[in-house]
């Protein structure tokens, strides 16, 4: 075992705004193999202190907070190469700019988290966002190396993306397929429109449709990481009702988002655990089947907004 220091990104404030260092701990405390120490604030800079092997230095690259690292021998403080060895140009993930729009870091937190807990003993894993906006955890999935299907209930996300990614692809030189389709019978809402890029040996789908329909939408294959940001019911709609709270979507849906997943597939969601409340949130995927995992990364945003993450495993 070397001892290590992670430095903290200035930029995971922006996220987990005044408890980054309590979600960074939470977040890092996944990660197999790692002994964490104390996180220590040196020279205005925030680094958490950790003892692993060489061969964890990419997982712990991963995380979302994680700015750099060094090999620390006493005083002797090494910088040193390690690489999250991600695909893709990061502005495929961070380029876009729009309303709605998931912070970065807590989407990477997400994929993490759920990567962590999964176990479906399957190579390829396959992530689902039943409520994906234009794709930030979609697009993070395939930096991973991982292909990603999206269901979003606003018709216009399909062109806006499709217009993000022919800006990003052009710029960054990557080689890539875009193509559209249909899940089932065209028709003029749009439901089961689809886009589909490929790239990097790997592919995103975005499908328009309401999330209750996920099951008609997404076809049998299962998924083994479902990753969402489900609406904060402070800037936009809860559903297709105009409801303020997404509770009643997530009541509707939560048994088609269970069945859509492998054994051993786990969901982490992010929401506003003002609204919905925490045990309404739990209570909405009561009687599943589905095990909660405690993994307590809940961080004041604002006044109204306290964001937590709802984790829950399928058994094997
Ligand atoms: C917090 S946003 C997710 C943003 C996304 N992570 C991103 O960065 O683009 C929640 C999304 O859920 C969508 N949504 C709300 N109700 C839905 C439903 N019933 N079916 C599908 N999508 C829905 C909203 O349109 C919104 O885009």
């Not at 910088?79 to 709605?100: N, T």
Request: charge should be neutral; proline fraction near 4%; glycine fraction near 10%.
């Amino acid at each position: 075992m070397t001892n290590f220091a992670l430095l903290i990104s200035p930029a995971a404030r922006g996220a987990y705004f005044a408890d980054t260092h309590a979600v960074a701990r939470q977040e890092a405390s996944g990660v197999a193999g790692v002994d964490l120490g104390e996180i220590e604030t040196i020279g205005g800079m925030d680094f958490l202190f950790a003892s692993c092997g060489e061969a964890r230095l990419a997982d712990l690259m991963r995380l979302s907070f994680a700015q750099g690292i060094f090999r620390v021998d006493g005083p002797n403080w090494q910088p040193i190469e390690a690489s999250a060895g991600f695909l893709l140009h990061p502005d495929f993930v961070s380029g876009e700019k729009y309303r709605g729009k998931t912070n970065e870091m807590l989407t990477q937190l997400l994929v993490n988290i759920a990567l962590q807990e999964a176990d479906t003993g399957n190579d390829a894993l396959r992530v689902i966002d039943p409520m994906c906006g234009r794709g930030t955890s979609l697009f993070w999935a395939m930096r991973y190396g991982l292909s990603a299907t999206g269901i979003e209930q606003d018709p216009s996300a399909l062109n806006e993306v499709r217009r993000g990614l022919k800006k990003w692809t052009k710029l960054h030189r990557q080689k890539h397929k875009l193509s559209d389709g249909w899940v089932q019978k065209s028709n003029k809402k749009g439901i089961g429109k689809y886009l589909d890029f490929q790239a990097e040996g790997q592919s995103v789908r975005i499908v328009t449709g309401d999330t209750v329909q996920a099951r008609d939408l997404l076809g049998k294959r299962p998924f083994d990481l479902l990753v969402t940001d489900i609406p904060y019911g402070v800037q936009h709609m809860g559903g297709a009702d105009g409801a303020r709270s997404p509770l009643a979507v997530i009541q509707k849906a939560a048994a088609g988002w269970a069945a859509c997943l492998a054994p051993g597939g786990v969901m982490a969601i992010a929401y506003n655990c003002n609204i919905p409340k925490r045990d309404e949130m739990f209570a909405a995927f009561d009687g599943l089947g589905l095990e909660v995992l405690e993994r307590n990364v809940a961080h004041r945003m604002s006044e109204s907004i306290v964001r937590d993450v709802l984790v829950l495993r399928k058994p094997t």
